[in-house]
């Protein structure tokens, strides 16, 4: 890892593209659809609350991975 990797990873990648914004919200409705149906089965718990948060993760990380790529191309 270089200066510039880490400035890339810390820098702000906007969605300015309607595909950008598009990958962004199926991301985020595909993982709001696993939490609902998590939280609809499983009983108040850790598990649960870790579970939820582990989706949150792969969210955020997802949509890193789309908004940096889309970032390195342009």
Aim: aromatic share 6%.
């Amino acid at each position: 890892m270089d200066a510039a990797e880490i400035s890339h990873r810390f820098a702000f990648h906007p969605a300015n593209t309607e595909e950008k914004r598009a990958g962004h919200g199926s991301i985020r409705a595909a993982c709001a659809q696993l939490a609902v149906q998590i939280h609809e089965r499983l009983p108040e718990c850790r598990e649960k609350s870790l579970a939820i948060t582990k989706i949150e993760e792969a969210m955020f990380w997802a949509n890193a991975g789309l908004a940096r790529e889309s970032a390195k191309q342009e």
